[in-house]
């Protein structure tokens, strides 16, 4: 099979539903001309020049105008440039996008679709690089997907092109050159459906994003021990999928959870309460979290590396579950 990068990946899912569906349009800061921030639209640069639109830094304008867009009958995909800058827009994400359809009682579909890069980079600093998307699941009213690996981002993407929801979808920065199989044959992944990346016994590992990666590579350096861990990617937060991650707690009676959003009040927590809820009486060990240190992400490489977790994160917190 083809490898493709990441950023390609999502490229190819936009120009085929593109193709496709012609209320489907793009528009942000630095689109028309640069391809995005990341050159993720490069694929569909000088095929739809009327559908992909350059806008002045207004991310209360670009996020208020896509849900008049999508009321009025059209798919727009807004990108927010950097996740951080999602906070500029708020007003219209939280206050109009995600609560437009319980107001409205049902009328009116908002197909809309927020994207763009999140997570850690090369010395981004505090305002270009931290993983917000825990906030987003807290709130009602929009689908959250976070893929990891190129088949799972272009999966993932054209299932949201085609949802009658919002849908927010973060991109981790360091995933965007990375290679994966990608058939060309068309596919969809549904959203809620989790993907053991890989299987094991002895504990479940459930991540997100980059730290699948990381988690992946965590069980490798532990299978040398003889510790074998099975690694979920969530693939979407909203909605998560509870039934995969119960059914290896039941198998490894162990579970850690990872992610690179702060470990304070993360996803994690969510996931790990409900386990706690109802499968309690299959764990031999108490949960564990991963996440990152309880401050803003430093300029220092040093300190970076300090606050955001890696796989020996994920290393020293799995030996804590199996060894108890």
Not at 10 to 33: H, N, V
Not at 150 to 161: E, I, R, S, V, W
Not at 193 to 201: C, E, L, V, Y
Not at 280 to 302: Q, T, W
Request: include cysteine; charge should be negative; proline fraction near 6%.
């Amino acid at each position: 099979m083809r490898e493709i990068t990441f950023s390609e990946a999502l490229g190819e899912a936009m120009l085929e539903e593109m193709q496709r569906d012609p209320t489907i349009f793009t528009y942000g800061e630095d689109i028309a001309k640069q391809g995005g921030i990341f050159g993720a639209y490069k694929p569909i640069l000088g095929k739809y020049k009327d559908r992909i639109i350059d806008t002045p830094i207004s991310e209360e304008v670009i996020f208020g105008s896509a849900l008049g867009a999508a009321l009025a009958g059209m798919r727009p995909v807004a990108e927010f440039h950097f996740s951080d800058f999602l906070f500029t827009g708020m007003t219209a994400v939280a206050n109009q996008i995600m609560k437009f359809k319980y107001m409205t009682g049902g009328q009116g579909k908002i197909h809309l679709i927020l994207r763009g890069p999140d997570g850690i980079s090369k010395s981004a600093a505090a305002q270009h690089s931290e993983s917000i998307e825990t906030l987003f699941m807290h709130i009602p009213g929009i689908k959250i997907i976070v893929p990891s690996t190129p088949y799972d981002m272009k999966g993932l993407f054209k299932t949201a092109l085609k949802a009658d929801d919002p849908v927010i979808c973060f991109e981790h920065k360091m995933l965007y050159a990375k290679k994966g199989p990608v058939p060309e044959e068309e596919y969809y992944i549904p959203f809620g459906k989790a993907d053991i990346k890989r299987a094991g016994k002895d504990v479940t590992v459930v991540a997100t994003s980059r730290m699948v990666h990381e988690s992946l590579k965590a069980s490798e350096e532990l299978a040398k021990e003889g510790i074998d861990v099975e690694v979920i990617d969530l693939r979407t937060l909203v909605p998560w999928d509870k039934e995969t991650i119960i059914e290896s707690v039941k198998k490894t009676h162990r579970l850690v959870v990872a992610h690179e959003t702060w470990r304070r009040g993360g996803w994690g927590a969510e996931i790990a309460a409900t386990v706690q809820e109802e499968a309690f009486e299959y764990l031999d060990a108490p949960i564990m979290r991963v996440g990152a240190k309880n401050v803003h992400i430093p300029f220092s490489p040093p300190l970076q590396d300090f606050v955001v977790p890696d796989y020996k994160s994920v290393i020293n917190e799995i030996r804590k579950v199996v060894n108890v």
